[in-house]
């Protein structure tokens, strides 16, 4: 425990743990992305939306061996201790960074509130706010913001992203824009971290992470504003089995 709290103390270890969380949150953003986008693939011949055949997949991972819907309990668990713990260091080390700049001769405890500091207490607070927002929503069902059928994910999607609640898919779609400002500037903030950056290759290194924030970020936004504008088949039609062919 002593040597946790020693690195934990440490510039260096908070650096790490900085790293280490936002590699957490980024494969979990990258992966979660790429399973929402089956929303866009139609459906089996049977009738269910590939989406709702994802989160069942996703309910049942590691079934027989582990109950039903541990595993991905589990996941929401450790991300967000994750983006806890991310937003912890992240946010102590703008203050440190702001006490180590000297102003004049006297120090005063404005430089503890750095626009570094306040922009990661904002935007880390905004997500950790969504996240739980997002599992009480289409998760547990527990907000009164559309229907709500447990399994059904894109019945929930349709009901929820459409007209009546625009204001719902305004937020989601404000936060994904929050979310990708911190997701850039945390994926440069790595290659730093890890001492990968080169001025030589910085340019590159920059436009990757540029690049792969909006690829993810307009991937989230596309799903609300597809339905709110009407974009997507009805309930009826995603949920409709292809009839067998007459003999």
């Known amino acids: 425990m002593n040597r946790l709290a020693a690195i934990y103390s440490s510039n260096l270890g908070k650096k790490v743990i900085a790293a280490v969380t ?60 994750a983006v806890i713990m991310h937003i912890a260091v992240v946010i102590q080390l703008a203050m440190q960074s702001a006490e180590a700049r000297p102003i004049g001769y006297v120090k005063t405890k404005r430089k503890m509130a750095s626009p570094a500091a306040l922009y990661m207490m904002f935007s880390g607070g905004l997500i950790a706010f969504f996240i739980v927002f997002h599992l009480l929503h289409f998760t547990v ?35 994904m824009v929050v979310i990708g400002l911190h997701l850039n500037h945390g994926l440069w903030s790595l290659f730093q971290t890890l001492g990968l950056d080169n001025p030589d290759r910085n340019k590159i290194i920059r436009l990757g992470s540029t690049v792969t924030t909006v690829l993810i970020i307009a991937g989230f936004i596309a799903i609300p504003l597809a339905f709110l504008t009407g974009q997507m088949p009805p309930v009826e039609e995603a949920y409709q089995a292809i009839a067998p062919p007459n003999h």
């Not at 494969?27 to 989160?55: C, R, W």
Request: proline share 5%; glycine share 10%.
């Open 141 to 175: 069902g527990a907000l009164p913001l559309g229907e709500f059928q447990e399994g059904e994910v894109y019945r929930n999607l349709h009901s929820s992203f459409s007209a009546d609640y625009w204001y719902v898919s305004l937020f989601y779609i404000i936060t």
């Open 22 to 81: 936002g590699l957490i949150l980024f494969g979990f953003i990258a992966g979660h992305v790429a399973g929402n986008l089956k929303v866009f693939t139609g459906s089996t011949p049977d009738g269910l939306p590939h989406i709702d055949e994802y989160a069942h997949f996703l309910r049942e991972v590691g079934v027989p061996l582990v109950p039903h819907n541990m595993v991905i309990w589990s996941a929401r668990i450790v991300l967000l201790l």
